[in-house]
């Protein structure tokens, strides 16, 4: 096993692991398609306005393995690329409670096979 191959290997067991970090998360495709894959969600309230200060404003963000999706046929790719434009995220916050988001921007990594996703709120 390549050493690549090996740091693939690890991204899907840190993402993918319920146990240490990973939380439940259900996607939800324009079309319709469902899943539900374990990954990182991180949600803080710390930003930064247009001339660079700190803000209070909510952020919110996944990380995913992409193999994670794949094994389970999910809808990922449009022509090749990912696309999760208008994708929806719903999971638990540090309070237990669900949480739904819509996916603003993703920023594939087709290196090592993660995706990180930042996330504005679902109405």
Known sequence: MSLLDQVRKDIQQITG???E???????TS????VAG???LHAKHHTGFDAEGFPVNSKIA???ISEQLLVDLNYPLRI???VNLKNHRISAKDSTGILQHYTIREFFPDETVGLIVCILGDYE
């Open 37 to 39: 894959v374990i990954g």
């Open 17 to 19: 692991n319920s146990a």
């Open 21 to 27: 970090f990973g939380v439940q998360l259900t996607l």
């Open 61 to 63: 963000s996944v990380a």
């Open 79 to 81: 022509n090749g690329e």
């Open 30 to 33: 324009p079309s319709s398609v």
